[in-house]
């Protein structure tokens, strides 16, 4: 009966996430084993079936101002192979949006699980040529990155950069004093914005995520141009 009901409602919510799929969660989380996922598995695709759909809502709402390349679903197996937590399965489910283009630079996150949900963009753990020329862009001028970040409906819904993803010190070729170490000390630039488990189960759920989505729209911009550019602001792209 449970599956029944389960699929009639999942049926009718494409772009709504349906309390079932955190029901799941909770209940994988007490059973994180193979033979509960084995005896569950009807359960737990029909549930991947509902997220599947609201997925595809939001790309195609994202769709509608950006141009979204690859939109990638996290497997719900873990890698356990370096890892002393041998629990074979995610408790939360999580998706990723990338931009199309060599000159759209920047993805779209979404984690969806019960009490820690959020959504996040940016640049996380870019490679080492790309992290130099954002540090060496913040070196000559912050101002452009600082208004975006203190942008009111940006601060508001995002704070600032993620603090925990930064070296201890000036980077090698840096100053320790230089008035923009903060930022050159990163190592990651991403933001995030939490949703409480009311504000998942929304009717409005996807709209409010598309809406934080395009608030990173400028900060999207001003990354992709600088990635881009080099220091002389002559493109990369033509050369």
């Known amino acids: 009966m449970y599956i029944v009901y389960l699929l009639a409602k999942t049926s009718k919510m494409s772009s709504t996430i ?10 994988l989380k ?24 609201f997925y595809a809502v939001v790309e195609k709402g994202l ?16 890698d356990i192979r370096f890892s002393n937590d041998k629990t074979p399965y995610n408790v939360h489910r999580s ?28 640049f ?6 790309d992290l130099l020329r954002i540090r060496k862009e913040f070196e000559m001028d912050s101002s452009e990155i600082r208004e ?30 230089d008035d923009n170490i903060d930022l050159i000390k ?14 998942v189960f929304a009717p409005d759920f996807k709209d409010n995520l598309i809406y934080h989505y395009q608030l990173l729209r400028p900060f999207f911009n001003y990354m ?3 990635l881009t550019t080099d220091l002389n602001g002559e493109s990369l792209l033509e050369k």
């Open 186 to 199: 990163l190592k990651s630039f991403f933001v995030n914005h939490r949703f409480t488990d009311a504000e």
């Open 224 to 226: 992709s141009e600088v």
């Open 63 to 78: 769709n509608t101002t950006d141009e979204i390349a690859k939109t990638k679903i996290f497997r719900i197996n873990r």
């Open 30 to 53: 007490k059973n994180n084993n193979r033979e509960w996922m084995q005896e569950h598995k009807k359960e737990y695709l029909l549930n991947e079936k509902a997220l599947k759909e």
């Open 18 to 27: 349906p309390k079932t799929a955190f029901d799941f969660l909770l209940k």
């Open 148 to 177: 975006i970040l203190n942008q009111k409906e940006f601060k508001k819904s995002f704070g600032n950069f993620n603090q925990d993803y930064a070296v201890k010190t000036a980077p090698k070729g840096f100053s320790k004093d």
């Open 124 to 129: 996380f753990d870019p490679n080492p040529a």
């Open 95 to 122: 998706v990723s949006f990338s931009r199309a283009g060599a000159h759209r630079r920047g993805g779209y996150y979404l984690r969806l699980e019960p009490g820690n949900s959020f959504m996040a963009g940016g």
